[in-house]
């Protein structure tokens, strides 16, 4: 019987299972790519044949930290210690890959042995190659078309493929592998590497090996190959991030489930007003309606399992982020997608379901499906035919509005927090008063890039630059909080004058700490007290302002302890150029850049513009967009077919009363307009509301301030517009076909 009720309706069904199995596969997709991260990492510690793990403790990523080189022969001087070989792991860019992972190990060490060759030549057998060798993995080799012999571009080099690899692990086989040496001077990380794999001579001198550590080298730390992918934040992140996009159109999707089962219950009111009086008690009917949401959401789950799988496999081969990372799916992932589904189906089931149960049979009986409440009609007989029209099932046209509401606010509150970011980012740079800035060129990511300071001192000696100040801007976890941000600073530079100490004193020595009004704060430190950043201890000498909450919540340290805290020794994160004539920035700015090719230069003001993270918030946004057009425009579609339904005796009447069919859809049309406008005008509302909640979050509380630009606005409510049209196109275009005679007889 629940079988049979839901294909009644065939077209509104399987619009319904298309609005729930998108959100199901963006749980498959998306967890699979952040349980790819995960296993990629796992396989890539276990295939060195490693027994642990010594990686810099605190940091986010191994990306992001680094191991002085010279702790590899400390180790092997040790007795627990049979050998230790170090890999240096980067991301760069290469060619059309935005995102790509260069792996430098040493080619005699032990950790590149499970490289296996499957065309070409290893590093250790490559001789007499002209230019630089690497090899690259065999998911990189299909993606970019490229075979043993060709040269590959990534930021900063070119690189010879001698040799194709395997691993069995697609994040590797999505990399490249070049010698130690050669990553380290690609990613300015002399001398230092990401971790160092280590080997015991007997397993049982692991604890001994472990008090070694923490009292010779308390900055770093020890993993077993097993534990390495759960001690990298980033992994984490990403699964965080995953999971709120995976939610969102769940969310979305189940709202338009629980329109569907109203559609479903209004359509069948006498029906159940007769159930109702041949016996069928309150609770039967309520399991009925429970039940069909039930399976309805099963259905939809098995359906959006597939199609994400069907997706994660059709962008393995891609050059994109998921392409990269390869992807990972295990029971656990599978299940918590039917679990999602399976609370989604009772969740959105229990008040249509409750409200079934509540009919009064006589009352039931007596019902006319598409008859509009006349105390209604007069309540809202002010309001235009399009008004009056969505009107008339007030709880259909609330969940509608509500399901393209969500999406909005989505956009909105995303939006408005970056933008909000950048206009903190951009009065920290204006209020250095330099004109110029500089980061490394064709970096995927501000955290990587890493300046050469021999380029700074360069620029500094051009006649036509006053003054240059490199910052180190990292971010690193604490005891008090999950993400402290630093900012390295030379003491005696113009960029750190812009700091108003308000209690204390400025930088004068080493291991001494400047701490922001927020941040005091959040940590509850004071003038005198020590701050403990990763393993190092610093005197908190004074607080101050700027009148930014991003920069008023992270800490200032001096610029080489923030270069060693940040794994970038004798680098930075950006410059400040400070011209002797500013009214020439742009032609200076060119000038640069066709000197240095290594660096991009812009003007302050449009830095933030420019900056890599701000593109990839954007197309974020643009996504996020898509997504809620899609997911809002299905279920648009659902309820416009359902109301077409339900007034097609009223339509069959305009007809005969002389109406065009372009009138019918043009009214339609103006009705999904309306709906899709009510929805934006809430979800603007709502987004705000969720953007201030998510900065009511104490560890980012103060941080930065959301901004709704016009732009912003413009573009969440078009989307809604959109659809709106998306969704009612097909209902209009179905109302003009109707034949008045065929309509005035519809039952």
Same mark, same amino acid.
Not at 33 to 60: F, H, I, N
Not at 272 to 300: K, M, N, P, Q, T
Not at 328 to 351: C, D, I, K, N, Q
Not at 709 to 718: D, F, G, H, M, S
């Given at each position: ?6 294909f ?7 619009l ?5 199995s998108?959100?199901?596969?963006a749980i ?12 990629g ?10 027994d642990?793990?010594?990686t ?6 191994i990306?992001?930290g680094?191991?002085e080189?010279t ?12 050998d230790?070989d ?14 790509f992972?260069i792996f ?10 499970h490289f296996?060759?499957i ?13 630089k ?5 065999r ?11 060709d040269?590959?571009?990534?930021t ?6 001698v ?12 990399? #490249? %592998?070049?010698?130690?040496?050669? #990553? ?8 230092r590497?990401?971790? /160092?794999?280590?080997r ?20 770093l730390?020890?993993?077993t190959?097993?534990e390495?992918?759960?001690?990298q934040q ?13 939610g969102?159109? =769940?969310?979305?999707g189940?709202?338009?489930m ?7 219950v ?7 007003g ?7 008690r309150?609770?039967? =009917? /309520? ?5 069909? !949401?039930?399976v309805l ?6 359906t959006?399992?597939?199609l ?10 891609? $050059? ?9 799916f295990?029971?656990?992932?599978? =299940? ?9 189906g ?9 409200w079934a ?5 006589l009352?039931?009986?007596r019902?006319e499906?598409?008859a509009?409440?006349?105390g ?5 007989a &002010?309001?235009?035919m ?6 008339r099932r ?6 509608? #509005? ?11 509150? /995303? ?5 909000g970011?950048?206009? !903190? ?6 209020g250095?008063?330099a004109?110029?800035m ?10 990587y890039?890493?300046?050469?300071e ?21 971010a ?8 402290l ?5 030379h ?28 941040a005091?704060?959040n ?12 393993? !190092?201890?610093?005197?908190?000498v ?7 909450g ?7 340290i ?15 994160? &950006?410059? $400040?150029i ?14 640069l850049?066709g000197?240095f ?11 933030i ?15 996020i967009?898509? /997504? ?5 425009? =299905?279920?648009m ?8 339904l339900?007034?097609t ?5 305009l007809?005969?009363l ?18 899709? %406008? ?7 509302? $709502?987004?705000?509301?969720l953007?201030?909640g ?10 930065l !301030? ?11 409510l ?7 049209a ?6 209009? &275009? ?6 008045p ?7």
């Amino acid at each position: 019987m629940i079988l049979k009720n839901l294909f009644r309706r065939k077209g509104r069904t399987i619009l319904t299972l298309v609005g729930i199995s998108i959100g199901v596969a963006a749980i498959v997709a998306l967890g699979a790519m952040a349980e790819g991260m995960r296993a990629g990492y796992t396989a890539m510690a276990r295939g060195s044949q490693a027994d642990l793990v010594l990686t810099q403790k605190g940091a986010m990523d191994i990306t992001l930290g680094g191991v002085e080189e010279t702790v590899a022969e400390q180790l092997r001087a040790w007795p627990e210690v049979a050998d230790a070989d170090g890999m240096l792991m980067g991301n760069v860019q290469a060619e059309e890959a935005p995102y790509f992972f260069i792996f430098g190990y040493d080619p005699g060490g032990f950790a590149i042995a499970h490289f296996r060759i499957i065309e070409g030549q290893g590093l250790t057998e490559a001789r007499g190659v002209q230019g630089k060798p690497l090899i690259l993995g065999r998911g990189a080799a299909q993606s970019m078309g490229k075979k043993v012999g060709d040269t590959l571009r990534v930021t900063g080099g070119t690189f010879r493929v001698v040799g194709i690899y395997e691993t069995g692990d697609a994040f590797e086989e999505g990399g #490249a %592998v070049i010698p130690l040496k050669e #990553a380290q001077a690609l990613l300015l990380q002399p001398h230092r590497v990401s971790l /160092l794999y280590i080997r015991l001579r007997d397993p049982a001198d692991e604890p001994r090996l472990r008090a070694r550590v923490e009292r010779h080298l308390s900055d770093l730390t020890l993993s077993t190959t097993s534990e390495f992918a759960d001690r990298q934040q980033v992994v984490e992140i990403m699964g965080g991030f995953a999971l709120s996009i995976a939610g969102l159109a =769940v969310v979305i999707g189940g709202v338009g489930m629980t329109n569907t089962l109203f559609m479903s219950v209004f359509e069948r009111t006498r029906e159940i007003g007769l159930l109702r009086a041949v016996g069928w008690r309150r609770g039967r =009917v /309520l399991r009925l309606i429970l039940g069909e !949401s039930l399976v309805l959401s099963a259905l939809g789950g098995l359906t959006g399992i597939a199609l994400g799988t069907l997706a994660v496999f059709s962008l393995r081969g891609s $050059l994109g982020f998921l392409g990269t990372l390869g992807a990972g799916f295990s029971p656990e992932l599978f =299940v918590r997608a039917l679990v999602t589904v399976g609370v989604l189906g009772v969740v959105g089931g229990a008040y249509p379901a409750w409200w079934a149960s509540r009919l009064v049979p006589l009352e039931a009986l007596r019902y006319e499906g598409g008859a509009a409440d006349r105390g209604a009609d007069k309540r809202i007989a &002010w309001a235009g035919m399009a008004i009056r029209n969505i009107l008339r099932r007030r709880t259909r046209t609330a969940l509608t #509005a509500l399901g393209v509401s969500i999406a909005i606010a989505a956009i909105v509150a /995303l939006g408005g927090i970056t933008q909000g970011m950048a206009d !903190s980012l951009t009065s920290v740079l204006t209020g250095s008063q330099a004109e110029l800035m500089a980061i490394e060129a064709d970096v995927s990511d501000t955290s990587y890039s890493a300046i050469d300071e021999r380029i700074g001192a360069r620029i500094a000696a051009l006649p036509d630059v006053e003054a240059v100040s490199g910052v180190v801007f990292t971010a690193i976890g604490t005891e008090d909080v999950p993400m402290l941000l630093v900012f390295g600073y030379h003491p005696r530079e113009f960029a750190i004058r812009r700091l108003r100490i308000v209690e204390g004193e400025p930088l004068t020595a080493r291991r001494q700490a400047l701490v922001g009004r927020q941040a005091t704060e959040n940590l509850g430190l004071e003038v005198g007290d020590t701050l403990r950043l990763l393993e !190092s201890r610093f005197r908190v000498v004074g607080i101050f302002e700027t009148g930014v909450g991003y920069e008023e919540s992270g800490v200032v340290i001096g610029l080489r302890e923030a270069q060693a805290l940040a794994g970038k020794p004798h680098q930075v994160t &950006w410059y $400040l150029i400070k011209l002797r004539a500013p009214e020439r920035a742009e032609e200076i700015r060119d000038e640069l850049n066709g000197r240095f090719p290594e660096i991009a230069v812009s003007l302050t003001s449009e830095f933030i513009e420019d900056m890599p993270d701000m593109r990839t918030n954007q197309e974020m946004i643009g996504q996020i967009s898509f /997504l809620a057009m899609f997911i809002g425009g =299905v279920g648009m579609l659902n309820t416009m077919l359902m109301s077409v339904l339900e007034r097609t005796r009223e339509i069959g009447v305009l007809r005969a009363l002389g109406w065009r069919r372009r009138q019918v859809l043009g009214m339609i049309l103006r009705e999904a307009l309306a709906l899709g %406008v009510l929805g934006g005008i809430c979800g603007l509302l $709502l987004g705000m509301g969720l953007a201030w909640g998510t900065l009511q979050i104490p560890v980012i509380k103060g941080m930065l !301030s959301p901004r709704y630009t016009p732009q912003l606005l413009v573009q969440a409510l078009l989307v809604a517009v959109v659809t709106g049209a998306l969704g009612g196109l097909y209902p209009a &275009w179905r109302a003009t076909q109707m034949r008045p005679v065929e309509a005035l007889r519809y039952e």
